[in-house]
């Protein structure tokens, strides 16, 4: 089945250690977003990728940043994560801007 | 900017419908979605409505939308226990990046 995976599930890194989490999809979509979920939250977009073009949030803090290596894989870099950093972080493509949006089922990030 | 409101809990027996409403405030949206969140996971896309329709129905579910007081519901009907999750609507706005404002979420309870 065509799908949105990220990996891991749940990470835990230490405060200020760098920390990288992985989505990558087989639907061949051109646009995949980042979603940061605080508990009892709505998602809140960080950013996102329409092929090679990277659209940044203007609220999104420098301290996360994103790679798109290919069309399949879209990395987000936590650089110095806090403890106010914690969350469900999801990640989301849709075929075009347009069209709707399909997640992932997130993974959890704990900050020590 | 963007707003969109929803009530916090919805409590039902199973068998009943379910009515979850959704207030927004961006005349511009495009297209209004409802996810479906179980515990610890992603976002399921349940279904989407084009803001220029006022009913879509898909099998037990219902959205209705009404444009000019900018409220959306999403109905289900013959509730079960697999129901319970929270449902966020989201508003979408095409040119760029359709990027989306989620409401605050509804906790749906479905007791036996």
């Known amino acids: 089945d065509a799908m949105v995976i990220q990996n891991p599930r749940y990470q835990v890194t230490q405060f200020g250690k760098p920390v990288t989490l992985s989505c990558s999809q087989t639907l061949n979509h051109n646009v995949m977003y980042w979603y940061q979920q605080k508990s009892s939250q709505a998602p809140k977009l960080l950013f996102h990728y329409y092929d090679k073009d990277f659209n940044n949030e203007a609220d999104t803090p420098d301290n996360f940043q994103s790679r798109r290596p290919n069309t399949s894989f879209c990395f987000l870099d936590i650089r110095s994560p806090g403890l106010g950093d914690a969350a469900m972080y999801l990640c989301a493509t849709s075929r075009d801007p347009e069209y709707e949006q399909y997640f992932g089922p997130g993974t959890r990030l704990t900050v020590t | 900017g963007e707003d969109v409101e929803q009530s916090l809990f919805l409590s039902v027996r199973e068998g009943d419908s379910s009515v979850i409403n959704c207030t927004y405030t961006?005349?511009?949206?495009?297209?209004l979605y409802w996810y479906k969140q179980e515990p610890g996971a992603g976002l399921q896309l349940l279904t989407y409505i084009f803001s220029n329709m006022d009913m879509k129905q898909d099998q037990r579910l219902t959205v209705l939308l009404n444009k000019k007081d900018k409220h959306l519901s999403l109905r289900i009907a013959d509730t079960q226990t697999g129901d319970s999750a929270i449902y966020f609507c989201?508003?979408?706005?095409?040119?760029?990046?359709?990027?989306?404002?989620f409401g605050t979420g509804t906790q749906l309870k479905v007791e036996l």
């Open positions: 961006d005349s511009s949206s495009t297209y």
């Open positions: 989201a508003e979408g706005i095409t040119g760029g990046g359709n990027k989306l404002t």
